[in-house]
């Protein structure tokens, strides 16, 4: 049954006769939510696909951040969550495959050639890596076919687009991937954290990295994942969080970073955070 909600779908795969899925999902977040309580999936590895925006996972101790066009394989049987995180502003879709072979053939493959798919993909859990603008049609084209669940062309063509998925999927997870940041934004990166107690402007940013402006836009989306106003932002928070510990007012912390308003502030702070500066500071002192 597809469980649908404005920003939020998920699909049982066993009803499109996809004998070793579980679900498909897909949400697309105008601002944060919840976090994920901590669960796992009984013999089942999950693909998790950021498209936009950053999502968190913790698996044990270890603090996962995915950006936008980030890839993530969780390992079956393995507890996690967003730790501490929400489930972030932005887009996301996941994949959950069953490893057990007795249970049927994965898309009608031969036992082998899925074989090889999945352990590929395990070889690459709890491991980030880069994703590809083909992958985005593909999730897109499933979404739009799991709709049409009493469509035979539809039931074909999902077990057909898993498919093409974890392929695609595997032959990304195999290049050489450029997890190092750029220079250019290592020196974006030192001069935000410079000026962060002031507003930022982009085409100061784009005029540090020697860039056009409408240059720099498209340039750091297709880095970092996000645009850059967003980015600063989003460090600003970060800082935020310290400096609720220790200031006497939240105006003062607003102020101190360069928000022309603590309401503006708070809003800011509740995009990226699920919580108000106040109920956020109220909670890590007490």
Same mark, same amino acid.
């Given at each position: ?210 860039? /056009?402006?409408? $240059? =720099?836009?498209?340039? @750091? %989306? #297709?880095?970092? &994942?996000?645009? !850059? +106003?967003? *980015? ?28 022309? /308003?603590?309401? $503006? =502030?708070?809003?800011? @702070? %509740? #995009?990226?955070? &699920?919580?108000? !500066? +106040?109920? *956020? ?6």
């Amino acid at each position: 049954m597809d469980m649908a909600s404005q920003d939020r779908r998920v699909f049982n795969l066993k009803e499109f006769g996809i004998k070793r899925g579980l679900s498909f999902g897909h949400y697309r977040y105008n601002s944060v939510k919840p976090g994920l309580e901590i669960h796992r999936h009984q013999g089942a590895l999950e693909i998790c696909f950021c498209m936009k925006g950053q999502q968190y996972y913790k698996i044990g101790e270890q603090l996962y951040e995915l950006n936008g066009n980030d890839i993530f394989v969780v390992p079956p049987d393995t507890w996690h969550s967003t730790g501490e995180f929400p489930e972030d502003k932005g887009e996301l879709f996941w994949l959950q495959i069953l490893l057990d072979s007795s249970v049927g053939k994965l898309c009608n493959m031969p036992k082998k050639q899925s074989d090889f798919l999945l352990n590929a993909l395990l070889d690459k859990s709890q491991h980030i890596f880069k994703g590809s603008f083909q992958l985005k049609f593909i999730l897109e084209k499933l979404v739009d076919h799991l709709g049409k669940v009493d469509s035979m062309l539809s039931r074909i063509m999902v077990g057909q687009l898993i498919t093409q998925l974890l392929l695609e999927t595997v032959i990304l997870s195999k290049k050489s991937q450029q997890s190092p940041p750029s220079i250019k934004l290592n020196t974006l990166d030192k001069y935000i954290q410079k000026h962060l107690f002031r507003i930022i402007y982009v085409d100061e940013m784009a005029n540090v990295v020697g860039m /056009s402006t409408g $240059y =720099f836009k498209a340039w @750091f %989306k #297709k880095e970092a &994942g996000m645009p !850059p +106003k967003e *980015y600063v932002n989003r460090l600003k928070v970060e800082q935020a969080k310290i400096d609720l510990r220790t200031t006497e007012t939240v105006t003062e912390v607003a102020f101190g970073l360069g928000f022309a /308003s603590s309401q $503006y =502030f708070a809003t800011t @702070f %509740k #995009k990226f955070t &699920g919580a108000t !500066p +106040k109920s *956020y500071r109220r909670m890590h002192r007490e």
